[in-house]
Nanobody, 119 residues
Framework: QVQLVESGGGLVQAGGSLRLSCAASGLVFSDYAMGWFRQAPGKDREFVAGISYSGEMTDFGNFVEGRFTISRDNAYSSVYLQMNSLKPEDTAVYYC????????????WGQGTQVTVSS
C-alpha cells in the first residue's frame, strides 16, 4: 500500500533549522510531484513547497521568503524540506504530499510531523 512517512520534526528555537524527510513506499516515486503542506492551530492547511518529478522545478509558499529548500532523491523515494531561519509562526504540523497529473490522478498524504518553533 502507498505510504508516506514524515520525520524530522521537533522543537527548535527561533532562528534555528530543521530538516524534514518524507519516505515514500508503495508507489513509483518518480511519477509523483511532491510537496509539503502545513497546518497551524486555528489556520487552514497551506502550501509550503513543491518539487517536480525529477527536481527540475520547485515552488514555495509566499511566506517562505527564501528560507526553505525542497529537494528529492528518487533513488531513495524521499523528499526533504530544509527549513532555516525558523520563526514561531512556522509552528505547525507539516504534511508530505505526492500527486500525479491528470488523467491518472493520484493523491497521497503522510500522517504529518509536528514542528514547534519557540520564541
Amino acid at each position: 500500500q502507498v505510504q508516506l512517512v514524515e520525520s524530522g520534526g521537533g522543537l527548535v528555537q527561533a532562528g534555528g533549522s530543521l530538516r524534514l524527510s518524507c519516505a515514500a513506499s508503495g508507489l513509483v516515486f518518480s511519477d509523483y510531484a511532491m510537496g509539503w503542506f502545513r497546518q497551524a492551530p486555528g489556520k487552514d492547511r497551506e502550501f509550503v513547497a513543491g518539487i517536480s518529478y525529477s527536481g527540475e522545478m520547485t515552488d514555495f509558499g509566499n511566506f517562505v521568503e527564501g528560507r526553505f529548500t525542497i529537494s528529492r532523491d528518487n533513488a531513495y523515494s524521499s523528499v526533504y524540506l530544509q527549513m532555516n531561519s525558523l520563526k514561531p509562526e512556522d509552528t505547525a504540523v507539516y504534511y508530505c504530499n505526492g500527486k500525479t497529473t491528470p488523467p491518472d490522478v493520484r493523491d497521497y498524504w503522510g500522517q504529518g510531523t509536528q514542528v514547534t518553533v519557540s520564541s
